[in-house]
């Protein structure tokens, strides 16, 4: 029988709860009993977690409500790329501050999220969930209201950070509030939110600017977060439970600033190195990021051992599940992001399409990654960690019918001759992405599940940003004409290639892949915890 949430056993604590639910002899899920208000929860250190809230923990409602925290800021880090020229066209701005209009957000989002997560954990989750929404939602208005681009840039820095304080508390509180079932399902859906938003946030972005709504031109892109962000927040008052570790902490200021050196000396010059045209700066900004790196890992490993709590606690990677799911994460995220971004160039610049129908080009990948993302939760049931070799293998497949469909269509492309290899691609990626974030968590206790999150999503986020940054300049580096353009987009798919067959073979090291095994030897009628065999 599964151990549970409610032991004070420090051993058995740590592996508390169902990973990914209950299984019968028939290997169908079912669901754990769901959180109570108020349940104090050990630890692995034998600290309380609190929960307060509804009755069942985080409903359905609350966990729309949270969703819909995680899905503004993805959808705004896409959306913003389509309105570029409009930007550029009523601003007037320089090429570095449109760019900064992008890595200014994503620099402080990366650089807060760690912070964020464990200020969740100390003061309340729903608290700091609902302080970045509103933080959120002003900032969205400031940047639809900004006069010139200088300003603009600052409500995105600014909403950068509103952003950082709010996404953590949302995987922290499915983590904290939910079991069982109901946790692989919320966690399922938290992955397809955003993957969702980064193919949506095309779409939506070319409607809005394309509509042009009362000459306003880009500006309702960021407008439309202010009546979302208002009505989660009456939401969240209601039905967002409020978890906390039971003993507050001091904020880690050293290793606060260690990890913020290290994450902009990786994102501000590989963001706007290129068009600056590589001054010594940004050359000397990456060669001091290995040294900021190693500052902040060796500053944690002291803080911790002397029995205080650091900002990222290194038994964090003790966790096979959290140290091998990161080394996953990195390369596929970042192959994500390139794919986004070079496959909105190949349309706009070498077919010379709008961009509403680079986004439209998106909804097939779009639909098959949600029809992929809503059927994890049955498939981890049964088949376990196979499920994200099963992704990646299909990714694979789908990039390279993308591949030979560039490479012989070319120049009579069309977004229309894209659409099966979109599709199986888009399946492959929801089968990866949706669990991917519950499988690095399964084993984080729920008194870490700020910190745990806020490593998570700062790894996606950073990942995110190398890929557009690396891929991404390869691709512009060999797009100098239509030629090019069909070149550079091959070569990203071949990179990518060799990431989803990576993300295969290396789903085979994590926790969880022989649970079919598993449970194909339990006694009839018995219940087995599907726990992982390390």
């Known amino acids: 029988m599964p151990s549970t949430l409610h032991t004070t056993n420090p051993a058995r604590t740590r592996d508390a709860g169902p990973r990914f639910g209950l299984l019968t002899r028939s290997g169908r899920g079912r669901s ?32 729309a409500v949270v969703l819909i925290g995680a899905l503004l800021p993805m959808l705004d880090f896409f959306i913003v790329n389509v309105a570029l020229p409009t930007i550029d066209a009523d601003l007037r701005a320089s090429q570095p501050m449109l760019e900064l209009v992008v890595s200014g957000y994503a620099s402080a989002y990366a650089l807060l999220l760690v912070l964020g997560g464990r200020l969740g954990d100390s003061l309340g989750r729903k608290r700091l969930f609902m302080i970045g929404m509103a933080a959120f939602t002003l900032t969205s208005l400031a940047c639809g209201l900004a006069p010139d681009a200088m300003a603009l840039v600052v409500g995105r820095i600014a909403q950068g950070a509103s952003a950082a304080l709010m996404v953590p508390q949302v995987l922290a509180t499915i983590q904290a509030a939910t079991s069982g079932e109901r946790r692989t399902r919320a966690l399922g859906r938290y992955g397809a ?39 989660g927040l009456v939401l969240a008052r ?37 068009s600056l045209g590589w001054p010594d700066w940004t050359i000397a900004l990456l060669a001091a990021a290995p040294l900021f790196a190693a500052a902040f890992c060796l500053t944690e490993i002291r803080i911790e051992r002397n029995g205080r709590t650091p900002l990222v606690p290194p038994s964090l990677l003790q966790h096979a599940s959290m140290r091998i799911g990161l080394l996953l994460a990195l390369p596929f995220f970042a192959g994500f992001g ?32 949600l029809l992929a993302s809503l059927s994890t939760s049955r498939l981890l049931a049964r088949y376990g960690a196979r499920v994200l070799a099963a ?20 120049p009579g492309l069309s977004v229309a ?25 399964s084993e984080v206790p729920a008194t870490s599940a700020g910190a745990g999150s806020g490593v998570l999503t700062t790894t ?46 290396g789903a085979r090291r994590l926790p969880n892949w022989r649970r079919r095994a598993q449970a194909a030897q339990s006694p009839s009628g018995e219940l087995l915890a599907v726990g992982a065999q390390h």
């Not at 692995?44 to 985080?58: N, S």
């Not at 690396?470 to 060799?498: K, N, P, W, Y």
């Open 460 to 505: 996606q986020q950073t990942a995110l940003a190398l890929g557009v940054a690396t891929l991404g300049s390869m691709f512009l580096t060999l797009a100098d004409d239509g030629t090019g353009v069909r070149t550079g987009f091959i070569a990203v798919l071949a990179i990518q290639l060799v990431i989803a067959f990576a993300v295969a073979g």
């Open 32 to 63: 754990a009993p769901a959180v109570a208000p108020d349940l104090r929860r050990s630890s692995a250190q034998g600290q309380p977690e609190h929960t307060a809230g509804a009755a069942q923990g985080l409903n359905s409602i609350g966990l």
């Open 338 to 369: 390139a794919f986004m971004f070079c496959y909105a160039l190949l349309v706009q610049q070498g077919l010379h399409d709008s961009a509403l129908t680079a986004g439209v080009g998106l909804l097939p990948m779009a639909a098959s990654f």
């Open 238 to 274: 209601r039905y967002v439970p409020d978890t906390r570790h039971g003993n507050a902490a001091r904020v880690d200021g050293r290793g606060t600033a260690l990890l913020g050196l290290t994450v902009l000396a990786i994102l501000i010059p590989l963001t706007e190195g290129r």
């Open 417 to 441: 001759l894209l659409a099966p290899g979109m599709i199986i691609a888009g399946l492959g990626q929801g089968l990866v992405m949706s669990p991917l974030f519950g499988v690095v968590l």
């Open 391 to 410: 992704g990646g293998l299909l990714q694979a497949a789908g990039l390279a019918v993308l591949a030979v469909t560039v490479y012989y269509s070319w």
């Open 193 to 231: 939110t955003g993957g969702l938003a980064a193919a949506l946030g095309q779409v939506l972005g070319g409607l809005l600017v394309s509509a042009n709504i009362d000459g306003t031109g880009w500006r309702p892109i960021f407008l439309v977060n202010v009546p979302i962000g208002l009505a």
